[in-house]
């Protein structure tokens, strides 16, 4: 997308510079062979400079050229018209400024370009929307915590592994996109404010959030779950209060052979959120 505009807006800028070179050209080909051939040394005089100079100087080189211009023009004895003099001072500062523009936009086309496995390394691994690492790291991250699971076996280790997602929320994203936007953002501030700086947040998408934590007792795990629930259901979304469906699994060294990636764990927990949701509607049915 911005790659796109930045093409564009690129493209856009070139265009100008070309269409006003060739109507600079024609005008002054309708006065005189001798004011064209002088049009074509600023215009050219400007692309060069535009597209080598850097912007600094070509604003000196503008006001020294306009100035000297303007002494000899507007002061000294030629035989021209005001506004073909006015133009004549003109066209160089403008070809300049119009080149040097386009020269930076599509310089930043380029930096994107050559940085553009940088740039999807960095969007795969962090959402910069909702601020939290993305489902590539926690792949990662459980992939690396099963493996050591496997192989220290006297370590007893164990991962919990908790899914938090909105229920109900692609209805808001359909109308109001910012909406949903600020909604997540209040969600993930909850669970940053709420769980230990040890458990590891991510956002897996579909308005998901995954928690993943090492070796927290079972005791201190269910009191912090019972509190971020507590802080979730207190949140005001958009004057509603909003569902959260919940799935959980605890990996150890008996059943990680089972889930030896995230993949794995995550078909498990969403068949928990979603008998998760059901068993909600179960008991609003039998509280009506």
């Given at each position: 997308m911005i790659q796109r505009h930045i093409v564009g807006a690129g493209l856009a800028i070139l265009s100008g510079v070309i269409a006003l070179a060739v109507a600079l050209m024609w005008l002054a080909g309708?006065?005189?062979?001798?004011?064209?051939?002088?049009m074509a040394i600023l215009i050219m005089l400007g692309i060069l400079v535009g597209a080598v100079i850097p912007n600094i100087?070509?604003?000196w080189l503008a006001i020294g050229t306009?100035?000297?211009?303007?002494?000899?023009?507007?002061?000294?004895?030629?035989?021209?018209?005001?506004?073909?003099?006015?133009?004549?001072?003109?066209?160089?500062?403008?070809?300049?400024?119009?080149?040097?523009?386009a020269r930076f936009i599509l310089g930043n086309w380029g930096w994107l370009d050559r940085n553009r496995a940088d740039i999807d390394s960095w969007a795969a691994h962090y959402d910069k929307m909702i601020k939290l690492q993305t489902e590539y790291n926690a792949s990662k991250y459980y992939q690396k915590v099963a493996r050591f699971?496997?192989?220290?076996?006297?370590?007893?280790?164990?991962?919990?592994?908790?899914?938090?997602?909105?229920?109900?929320?692609?209805?808001?994203?359909?109308?109001?996109?910012?909406?949903?936007?600020?909604?997540?953002?209040?969600?993930?501030?909850?669970?940053?404010?709420e769980r230990f700086p040890s458990e590891q947040l991510y956002y897996v998408g579909g308005a998901t959030f995954l928690i993943i934590s090492l070796d927290v007792s079972p005791t201190t795990y269910e009191f912090k779950n019972r509190a971020m629930m507590r802080d979730l259901r207190q949140l005001t979304l958009d004057g509603t209060t909003p569902q959260f469906q919940q799935g959980h699994l605890q990996v150890d060294r008996r059943n990680v052979l089972g889930y030896p990636n995230l993949d794995r764990v995550m078909r498990h927990v969403e068949r928990e959120m979603e008998t998760d949701l059901v068993v909600e509607y179960m008991k609003q049915e039998v509280v009506n």
């Open positions: 309708t006065y005189s062979v001798t004011l064209m051939t002088a100087l070509i604003t306009t100035t000297i211009g303007a002494a000899i023009l507007l002061l000294g004895y030629v035989v021209m018209d005001n506004w073909l003099k006015l133009l004549l001072l003109a066209t160089f500062p403008i070809m300049a400024s119009a080149v040097a523009l699971i496997t192989k220290e076996v006297t370590a007893d280790l164990r991962v919990d592994v908790l899914a938090i997602r909105w229920a109900h929320s692609s209805q808001l994203r359909q109308f109001n996109e910012d909406d949903y936007l600020a909604n997540l953002r209040q969600i993930a501030k909850v669970l940053k404010d």
